[in-house]
């Protein structure tokens, strides 16, 4: 643990840059992940009501009648 203090303490801006970039990096990668399920769910969601999941457009098509 005493390295570990150590080692926070001797990292300049350069270092900290890298962090934050690292961070970056996986938050983003959270994020594309969790769009991807909901998106998956959404089209189980369309198929289990029997609509098209690949038609992006029926449902405008539907609001105009």
């Known amino acids: 643990m005493d390295n570990l203090v150590r080692f926070v303490e001797a990292m300049d801006t350069l270092g900290w840059v890298a962090v934050m970039v690292v961070g ?8 594309k992940v969790k769009r ?21 457009v029926e449902a405008y098509k539907k609001d105009e009648v």
């Open 24 to 31: 970056g990096l996986i938050v983003e990668g959270v994020v």
């Open 36 to 56: 991807m399920q909901i998106k998956h769910t959404e089209r189980m969601a369309k198929i289990q009501h029997g609509v098209d999941p690949g038609d992006e």
